[in-house]
């Protein structure tokens, strides 16, 4: 938040055009009224021209672009007032940097100029309405030093993988074998190994075989925006990363609120050139799990019982992990409500919404397949079985010890190692944690322990975000952090590398 708060201009109910104009100024106001309009006309464009009637489109067309201008103006109205309050700049500045944001779509006029290979399945939509997020997005970093850290990281950390992942795809080449591509263009199709495969399918033609391992929320969401983008790879892409965004985001504020400023800076660095980070940005569910759990622990802290079970609901829907938010919740509702037995009735009926995502899915795979615990069943496909914790660290001891494959016998090391490290950095640092923090860490080590086997321990760490803010507790220490950084960013270029050439890395 700005150090220096301005004075706020009252915000009356009167005139709503002489209020914007004289807050504003014409050019801001015409700009949002137009964009306004824009979206009203491509609203009836889109829903009412397809039905072929001419009385009703007749109707619709200046009705849709007078209700597109009204609603303009309204959420101007609102996210100036609320960017106002939140960076402490007055309402009329407020008002003139978001109306930039609005001009973005009138990028959707595009649509009638550019060739229709470019603009079809509602591309311009995505493009004008990324550029309308990216605007305001800037104007926040602009005014907010959260915003501001949190993009910084993102950018920096993102551009350079990006820039490692493709440069590796191009020169190295792919690991000698078939391989699925799931994009003719070499640099989109980097992104789309191993179970990136799975969603991409998942979302394409539906369940099948061994995919109900696969949650549904994720490849649910990439269906719905590949509409919109025409690939269903893109919109993985832009899901993972806007999830990963605000995944930060969140881990920022709830790092801050636990401990300040500096641990949630370097909590979000940490966590941004972890080894596995390239997860992050590729299409797995790594990201949208990581945004989803750390929000609902967020709004789980911050009281606010609603919010943090609808995001828990989601999250078991995209992990069965998620379902591991109803610890930590129920704790911190006895924490805050234990002396009295009335206010435990709002947060006792949000907690049930976490359960109810993994519900959902059972009920779903007991429709499709008839067996709705089916995506635990076909674990075995991967050699996974319920089993006590050290079964699958002695069965990688026992590889090891015994394999002549040395690629076999390095990823059950690094199996073993990460493991080591979620263990150690619990184990020493839990103090450090409230308790609900460290009995969803302990518990989210626990579940992948008890199924025999250590596979993808290195990217199951990645979304383990108490370990990060007990890391960036340690990381106060100047040579603390420069061994953390000097371990992650040499693994993280590496794993990146082998990412993107179809090795196996998590």
Not at 304 to 319: E, V
Not at 365 to 388: E, K, T
Request: proline share 4%.
């Amino acid at each position: 938040m700005s150090a220096h708060v301005e004075r706020s201009r009252p915000i009356g109910y009167g005139s709503l055009a002489g209020e914007f104009i004289g807050a504003a100024g014409w050019i801001s106001f015409t700009a949002v009224v137009l964009a306004g309009a824009t979206g009203g006309f491509f609203t009836w464009y889109l829903a009412v021209v397809p039905l072929h009637r001419e009385g009703l489109s007749a109707i619709a067309l200046p009705l849709g672009v007078l209700i597109g201008a009204l609603v303009s103006l309204s959420l101007w109205r609102w996210y100036a007032n609320y960017f106002a309050r939140r960076t402490g700049i007055k309402f009329e500045r407020s008002l003139r940097y978001d109306a930039l944001s609005w001009v973005s779509l009138l990028l959707l006029w595009l649509s009638f100029a550019l060739p229709l290979s470019i603009t079809h399945s509602g591309r311009m939509l995505v493009v004008s309405a990324a550029f309308f997020c990216l605007a305001k997005l800037f104007f926040a970093a602009r005014f907010n030093q959260t915003v501001r850290d949190v993009l910084v990281d993102f950018a920096t950390t993102r551009f350079a993988i990006v820039v490692i992942a493709e440069l590796a795809a191009i020169i190295i080449g792919q690991r000698a074998g078939t391989h699925i591509a799931e994009s003719r263009h070499l640099l989109l199709a980097v992104w789309g190994r191993w179970d990136a495969v799975h969603y991409l399918d998942i979302a394409t033609i539906g369940y099948h075989g061994t995919d109900v391992a696969f949650f549904p929320l994720f490849p649910l969401l990439i269906t719905m925006l590949g509409r919109l983008t025409g690939s269903h790879l893109i919109a993985g892409l832009i899901l993972s990363n806007v999830a990963f965004f605000f995944g930060l985001l969140y881990l920022y504020k709830w790092a801050e609120h636990e401990f300040d400023r500096g641990v949630a800076r370097r909590a979000i660095f940490y966590i941004s050139i972890f080894p596995t980070a390239v997860f992050f940005s590729a299409v797995y569910t790594e990201s949208l799990f990581f945004a989803l759990t750390v929000a609902s622990f967020y709004y789980i802290r911050e009281h606010k019982w609603l919010a943090a079970g609808i995001i828990g609901f989601l999250a078991a829907l995209t992990r069965v992990e998620g379902v591991l938010l109803i610890v930590p919740f129920a704790m911190e509702c006895y924490q805050s409500n234990r002396s009295s037995a009335v206010g435990i009735l709002r947060p006792a009926i949000s907690i049930c919404l976490i359960p109810l995502g993994i519900l959902c899915y059972m009920a779903w795979l007991w429709v499709l397949v008839g067996d709705p615990l089916a995506f635990s069943h076909v674990q075995s496909h991967w050699n996974r079985h319920l089993a006590l914790p050290w079964v699958g660290i002695w069965n990688s001891l026992k590889i090891v010890a015994t394999t002549h494959l040395p690629q076999t016998a390095v990823n059950k090391l690094l199996e073993l190692v990460f493991t080591g490290l979620m263990i150690g950095v619990l184990v020493a640092g839990y103090r450090r944690l409230r308790p609900s923090a460290a009995a969803y860490m302990a518990l989210s080590i626990l579940v992948p322990l008890c199924t025999s086997s250590l596979m993808s321990m290195q990217r199951f760490a990645l979304v383990l975000f108490p370990m990060f803010a007990i890391l960036a507790l340690w990381g106060q220490k100047p040579s603390v952090n420069n061994l953390i950084v000097a371990l992650s960013l040499p693994l993280l270029g590496l794993f990146t590398v082998l990412f993107a050439n179809w090795y196996w890395v998590a």
